[in-house]
């Protein structure tokens, strides 16, 4: 169990940097669609009708194939299928999400709730399940664009208080000058609680926000960590950005520490 938890977190810091699944395309482009789908008649089905609504698309028939995939053509998005071969898409969807942001949009074949929560709560944008009308696919695919656009619009490409800075592009996080090196989960944990800075997070919202796959993960997991977060972020105690508000979570300080 241990292993599956640490192994995202060793790619992203052999790596170096957490390679950008979106936001990084000039404007105007044709938008890039990966398909990771096993099923070839699917696969052709939604090819066609997305190439055909304007869209650049590379499929992928298996897992690893399309992790290679993301790397290579880095993606506006990601559409992928649950029951794989090897690697189910479970499985991709948590590499995935230790890497980048991309929206990702599941097809599955089983209608059970219990797997769309499962898909959601797992860093999933939207669920679909087959089969479906063509109509409705390209209707979610643009709905998902468009919110991310937004959502990048939103947010600074980067974040700087005069303490600590965080470039969002390339995942780069320096403390009074100095880089810092922070694993996959740190992190996106320090990018949530910027993202929502002068709000207060509780645990469960953090493992939302923060974790790929955060069912069966415990609130004690979430201290542990932004205790090791606030360690790298050096100011101790009262002097961290990062405020401890006892009973109900963590806050990011809007007015940075002097
Ligand atoms: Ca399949």
């Given at each position: 169990?241990?292993?599956?938890?640490?192994?995202?977190?060793?790619?992203?810091?052999?790596?170096?940097?957490?390679p950008?699944?979106?936001?990084?395309?000039?404007?105007?482009?044709?938008?890039?669609?990966?398909?990771?789908?096993?099923?070839?008649?699917i696969?052709?089905?939604?090819?066609?009708?997305?190439?055909r609504?304007?869209?650049e698309?590379?499929?992928?028939?298996?897992?690893?194939?399309?992790?290679?995939?993301?790397?290579?053509?880095?993606?506006?998005?990601?559409?992928?299928?649950?029951?794989?071969?090897?690697?189910?898409?479970?499985?991709?969807?948590?590499?995935?999400?230790?890497?980048?942001?991309?929206p990702?949009?599941?097809?599955?074949?089983?209608?059970?709730?219990?797997?769309?929560?499962?898909?959601?709560?797992?860093?999933?944008?939207?669920?679909?399940?087959?089969?479906?009308?063509?109509?409705?696919?390209?209707?979610?695919?643009?709905?998902?664009?468009?919110?991310?656009?937004?959502?990048?619009?939103?947010?600074?490409?980067i974040?700087?208080?005069?303490?600590?800075?965080?470039?969002?592009?390339?995942?780069?996080?320096?403390?009074?000058?100095?880089?810092?090196?922070?694993?996959?989960?740190?992190?996106?944990?320090?990018?949530?609680?910027?993202?929502?800075?002068?709000?207060?997070?509780?645990?469960?919202?953090?493992?939302?926000?923060?974790?790929?796959?955060?069912?069966?993960?415990?609130?004690?997991?979430?201290?542990?960590?932004?205790?090791?977060?606030?360690?790298?972020?050096?100011?101790?105690?009262?002097?961290?950005?990062?405020?401890?508000?006892?009973?109900?979570?963590?806050?990011?300080?809007?007015?940075p520490?002097?």
């Amino acid at each position: 169990m241990t292993e599956g938890r640490h192994a995202p977190d060793t790619l992203a810091t052999a790596t170096g940097r957490a390679p950008e699944g979106s936001g990084g395309r000039p404007p105007g482009g044709q938008p890039r669609v990966l398909v990771i789908e096993d099923d070839a008649d699917i696969a052709l089905g939604i090819c066609t009708v997305l190439s055909r609504n304007g869209f650049e698309v590379t499929t992928a028939a298996a897992g690893r194939q399309g992790l290679r995939a993301l790397h290579g053509t880095s993606p506006d998005l990601v559409v992928l299928d649950i029951g794989l071969p090897e690697m189910d898409g479970w499985t991709v969807l948590e590499r995935i999400r230790d890497l980048s942001d991309v929206p990702v949009l599941i097809l599955s074949a089983r209608s059970m709730e219990a797997d769309k929560v499962r898909g959601l709560r797992g860093g999933a944008d939207d669920y679909l399940t087959k089969p479906f009308g063509n109509g409705e696919f390209v209707a979610r695919v643009q709905a998902l664009l468009r919110r991310n656009q937004q959502g990048t619009q939103a947010l600074p490409a980067i974040y700087d208080d005069g303490t600590v800075r965080v470039d969002f592009a390339s995942h780069e996080v320096i403390v009074d000058g100095a880089p810092v090196g922070l694993t996959a989960t740190e992190y996106r944990l320090l990018a949530a609680l910027i993202k929502h800075r002068g709000q207060i997070l509780s645990p469960v919202k953090l493992l939302e926000l923060a974790w790929s796959d955060p069912l069966g993960i415990g609130p004690d997991r979430v201290k542990y960590s932004v205790m090791r977060l606030r360690r790298k972020l050096g100011g101790a105690g009262t002097d961290s950005p990062i405020e401890a508000v006892r009973g109900f979570g963590y806050r990011y300080r809007v007015t940075p520490r002097t």
